[in-house]
């Protein structure tokens, strides 16, 4: 397997990890299982309410640069990265 | 000084501000009028890009739609946020190795096609007009009530504004414009709901202050919330939904991948100086949004409570509990000038009665304190976040500042989505297919004239908008969700995918989606053209009309796959393109060659 090849199978691995955490916290807790988490309470809220309308934000965030970071790395690691 | 001279000379003040910048910054070549140029760093990229997105849809309109929507109104939350992960995963670095100008460029070279590209230019025109007229119903609200006048002669004046600050900046002018329009717009929303915030639950922070206890009691914000409505009849705030919550995941779902289909955002990545930038331009540009969209959920429940506690002063069903229409507050009666608030005193005892006339369960309790419907018979959503602070009885200062920031909110996007429309019809038409021989002259021309029928169109539909300016909005996002995103993604993703299964894709998925929002909204929005009328009764499965962006998506890539199984495989110099976007090594910058 040519090294563009692997980056590349490392780089599907990276951003499907990725979008699977994008889907439970947004459709996962905030829709899905929602009833659910809000017999759970943080602080004033109802777990299920914070995720969909806080948690899945601050988490989207998180990931973005998480994902950035990763990618920089494997940009290095195959030896495709720019300059 | 008073209110109306503080609002004109807060927005006299930011307006000379973005327009001295456009000035000073102004385009001079077709490269500078389309993307700006190279050098801005992710961090000011970002917050540019933010501007950009943050349109009268985010300011004006969806706290509004959270006041009274509740836990439904999620959707929007997650949805207009969610995409940015797709964005920056899926087509942002992509996009940029590639390095031309447009979307309809990508797809014309991906899939070696010109008809992909007048297909391609043809659905992204539909989707920024649609995404316009939402803006158009946002600029009229905050222009009818900055000059005090009814809505329709506030959108001709906002129509007027837009023309003359599209057509003067370009996109360069339009960066370091939007910075500052950045600011103004965040500090504007950030403002009075720090200052709600404190004043309800002695919390700084909206984000924490919407789950704390109410200022002096053991009571949670939220829990009082769903108290005060429920005594009136409505449905509970933290758990009410919108439609089913199938509906719920179809329309967020359509929300995040129209995000990633839209060409005013996409076109930012096609031009930062590197791959690793694109990355983190987008992670950027979530953080800027995340400010507003994280303090969002806050004033939409404080602005709700504090109408509800205006209005229902005393114990429902009380003689005194209502508030007196001779007693209303100057908010009240400024907000009716512009016609967007009424009140009609059905059972004539001069008191204001807000209340869920439609629900059952409630019916008699209101008969028995001889109420006879609900009197606030008209209270736009889009009004809620412009009123918010008055309601509240800020400082006269922030009143005029959140004026400004809707303004600036309301303009960023308009201006930037008229520039990818502009940039479709005079270079992907004209320059790309029709007249390749075209000046630069002529063709910066031909993009104005673009933009000022875009903007006549607009406004006509600005003033019958379908929906809220949010609802609107989203629509817009179903037509990009349905047709530019899957042919993006397969273009990077899927190595065999061919021109005609690309373009069958495209036109399936746009043709099912507007379909179905036409026969439940009319004919180009046309009121009473709806062939199976606006009924939630007619909706497949249940699933709104703004929402069947998915669906349409869904129909894009099977369509797409079965089609290019059935035809040749593209050539392989088209595949070998598909392998050198994979990875970074090598990107060139932004050409506007061949």
């Given at each position: 397997m040519s090294d563009r090849e692997a980056y590349w199978k490392a780089n599907i691995r990276l951003v499907a990890g990725c979008l699977v955490v994008w889907f439970i916290v947004s459709?996962?807790?905030?829709?899905?299982?929602v009833e659910q988490l809000n017999s759970i309470s943080l602080g004033g809220y109802k777990l299920g309410f914070w995720f969909a309308q806080q948690g899945s934000i601050y988490t989207f965030v998180f990931l973005i640069f998480f994902y950035a970071w990763r990618m920089n790395k494997l940009d290095r690691k195959f030896n495709v990265h720019e300059d | 000084m008073d209110l109306q001279t503080m609002t004109y000379l807060a927005v006299g003040l930011s307006f000379s501000l973005y327009i001295g910048i456009a000035f000073w910054a102004r385009a001079r070549t077709t490269g500078d009028f389309y993307v700006a140029g190279k050098g801005v760093h992710p961090v000011a990229n970002g917050m540019a890009t933010a501007a950009d997105w943050m349109s009268a849809a985010s300011f004006i309109s969806m706290a509004g739609l959270i006041a009274f929507n509740g836990y439904g109104a999620s959707v929007f939350l997650m949805g207009w946020t969610g995409g940015y992960v797709l964005l920056a995963m899926l087509l942002a670095p992509y996009l940029r190795k590639f390095g031309k100008f447009t979307v309809p460029e990508f797809i014309g070279e991906r899939y070696y096609s010109r008809t992909a590209r007048i297909v391609a230019v043809i659905c992204l025109i539909l989707a920024s007009i649609t995404y316009v007229i939402g803006q158009m119903k946002g600029i009229g609200v905050a222009f009818s009530r900055f000059l005090e006048v009814d809505y329709n002669t506030g959108l001709y004046a906002g129509m007027g504004v837009v023309f003359i600050y599209s057509v003067m900046g370009g996109m360069k002018g339009i960066t370091y414009t939007q910075i500052a329009q950045y600011v103004i717009l965040i500090f504007a929303y950030t403002v009075p709901a720090i200052f709600i915030s404190m004043h309800l639950t002695?919390?700084?922070l909206p984000q924490l202050g919407l789950g704390a206890d109410m200022t002096g009691s053991s009571l949670s914000m939220l829990d009082k919330l769903d108290l005060v409505v429920t005594d009136l009849g409505f449905k509970q705030y933290t758990t009410q939904?919108?439609?089913s919550k199938l509906n719920m995941f179809v329309y967020t779902l359509t929300l995040m991948i129209g995000t990633a289909g839209l060409p005013h955002v996409i076109m930012r990545f096609f031009t930062v100086p590197k791959v690793r930038d694109a990355r983190a331009t987008a992670g950027w540009a979530l953080v800027f949004i995340a400010i507003l969209y994280t303090t969002a959920p806050a004033v939409g429940a404080m602005a709700r409570l504090n109408l509800m506690e205006t209005i229902q002063t005393?114990?429902?069903?009380?003689?005194?509990g209502n508030l007196a229409y001779e007693e209303r507050p100057q908010w009240f009666k400024n907000w009716e000038t512009t016609g967007l608030l009424k009140y009609e005193d059905k059972n004539a005892d001069g008191r204001i009665q807000y209340y869920n006339d439609k629900s059952e369960a409630f019916a008699s309790k209101a008969e028995s304190f001889g109420w006879k419907g609900n009197e606030m018979v008209k209270v736009d959503r889009d009004i809620m976040v412009l009123a918010n602070p008055e309601i509240a009885r800020l400082p006269d200062w922030v009143i005029a500042l959140d004026v400004a920031g809707g303004l600036a909110a309301a303009l960023t996007t308009a201006a930037g989505l008229l520039l990818a429309i502009a940039s479709s019809i005079s270079?992907?038409?004209?320059?790309?297919?029709?007249?390749?021989?075209?000046?630069e002259k002529n063709e910066l021309m031909a993009g104005r004239i673009a933009m000022a029928g875009a903007i006549a169109m607009a406004g006509y539909f600005g003033i019958h908008p379908p929906d809220f300016a949010a609802g609107t909005v989203a629509i817009a996002f179903g037509l990009a969700a349905s047709s530019i995103f899957p042919a993006l993604m397969m273009g990077i993703f899927?190595?065999?995918?061919?021109r005609a299964g690309a373009t069958w894709g495209m036109i399936a998925g746009i043709s099912v989606t507007m379909l179905y929002v036409f026969q439940h909204k009319g004919i180009m929005f046309i009121p009473g053209t709806s062939y199976l009328g606006d009924m939630s009764a007619n909706w497949f499965f249940g699933i709104s009309p703004n929402a069947f962006g998915a669906i349409g998506a869904a129909v894009n890539f099977a369509v797409a796959i079965i089609v290019s199984k059935m035809t040749a495989p593209p050539p392989d110099h088209i595949q070998h393109l598909v392998e050198d976007i994979r990875v970074p090594a090598g990107a060139g910058s932004a050409t506007t060659g061949h």
């Amino acid at each position: 397997m040519s090294d563009r090849e692997a980056y590349w199978k490392a780089n599907i691995r990276l951003v499907a990890g990725c979008l699977v955490v994008w889907f439970i916290v947004s459709f996962g807790f905030g829709i899905i299982l929602v009833e659910q988490l809000n017999s759970i309470s943080l602080g004033g809220y109802k777990l299920g309410f914070w995720f969909a309308q806080q948690g899945s934000i601050y988490t989207f965030v998180f990931l973005i640069f998480f994902y950035a970071w990763r990618m920089n790395k494997l940009d290095r690691k195959f030896n495709v990265h720019e300059d | 000084m008073d209110l109306q001279t503080m609002t004109y000379l807060a927005v006299g003040l930011s307006f000379s501000l973005y327009i001295g910048i456009a000035f000073w910054a102004r385009a001079r070549t077709t490269g500078d009028f389309y993307v700006a140029g190279k050098g801005v760093h992710p961090v000011a990229n970002g917050m540019a890009t933010a501007a950009d997105w943050m349109s009268a849809a985010s300011f004006i309109s969806m706290a509004g739609l959270i006041a009274f929507n509740g836990y439904g109104a999620s959707v929007f939350l997650m949805g207009w946020t969610g995409g940015y992960v797709l964005l920056a995963m899926l087509l942002a670095p992509y996009l940029r190795k590639f390095g031309k100008f447009t979307v309809p460029e990508f797809i014309g070279e991906r899939y070696y096609s010109r008809t992909a590209r007048i297909v391609a230019v043809i659905c992204l025109i539909l989707a920024s007009i649609t995404y316009v007229i939402g803006q158009m119903k946002g600029i009229g609200v905050a222009f009818s009530r900055f000059l005090e006048v009814d809505y329709n002669t506030g959108l001709y004046a906002g129509m007027g504004v837009v023309f003359i600050y599209s057509v003067m900046g370009g996109m360069k002018g339009i960066t370091y414009t939007q910075i500052a329009q950045y600011v103004i717009l965040i500090f504007a929303y950030t403002v009075p709901a720090i200052f709600i915030s404190m004043h309800l639950t002695g919390v700084a922070l909206p984000q924490l202050g919407l789950g704390a206890d109410m200022t002096g009691s053991s009571l949670s914000m939220l829990d009082k919330l769903d108290l005060v409505v429920t005594d009136l009849g409505f449905k509970q705030y933290t758990t009410q939904v919108m439609g089913s919550k199938l509906n719920m995941f179809v329309y967020t779902l359509t929300l995040m991948i129209g995000t990633a289909g839209l060409p005013h955002v996409i076109m930012r990545f096609f031009t930062v100086p590197k791959v690793r930038d694109a990355r983190a331009t987008a992670g950027w540009a979530l953080v800027f949004i995340a400010i507003l969209y994280t303090t969002a959920p806050a004033v939409g429940a404080m602005a709700r409570l504090n109408l509800m506690e205006t209005i229902q002063t005393g114990e429902v069903g009380s003689p005194e509990g209502n508030l007196a229409y001779e007693e209303r507050p100057q908010w009240f009666k400024n907000w009716e000038t512009t016609g967007l608030l009424k009140y009609e005193d059905k059972n004539a005892d001069g008191r204001i009665q807000y209340y869920n006339d439609k629900s059952e369960a409630f019916a008699s309790k209101a008969e028995s304190f001889g109420w006879k419907g609900n009197e606030m018979v008209k209270v736009d959503r889009d009004i809620m976040v412009l009123a918010n602070p008055e309601i509240a009885r800020l400082p006269d200062w922030v009143i005029a500042l959140d004026v400004a920031g809707g303004l600036a909110a309301a303009l960023t996007t308009a201006a930037g989505l008229l520039l990818a429309i502009a940039s479709s019809i005079s270079h992907d038409l004209l320059k790309g297919i029709f007249a390749p021989s075209i000046s630069e002259k002529n063709e910066l021309m031909a993009g104005r004239i673009a933009m000022a029928g875009a903007i006549a169109m607009a406004g006509y539909f600005g003033i019958h908008p379908p929906d809220f300016a949010a609802g609107t909005v989203a629509i817009a996002f179903g037509l990009a969700a349905s047709s530019i995103f899957p042919a993006l993604m397969m273009g990077i993703f899927n190595k065999k995918m061919n021109r005609a299964g690309a373009t069958w894709g495209m036109i399936a998925g746009i043709s099912v989606t507007m379909l179905y929002v036409f026969q439940h909204k009319g004919i180009m929005f046309i009121p009473g053209t709806s062939y199976l009328g606006d009924m939630s009764a007619n909706w497949f499965f249940g699933i709104s009309p703004n929402a069947f962006g998915a669906i349409g998506a869904a129909v894009n890539f099977a369509v797409a796959i079965i089609v290019s199984k059935m035809t040749a495989p593209p050539p392989d110099h088209i595949q070998h393109l598909v392998e050198d976007i994979r990875v970074p090594a090598g990107a060139g910058s932004a050409t506007t060659g061949h």
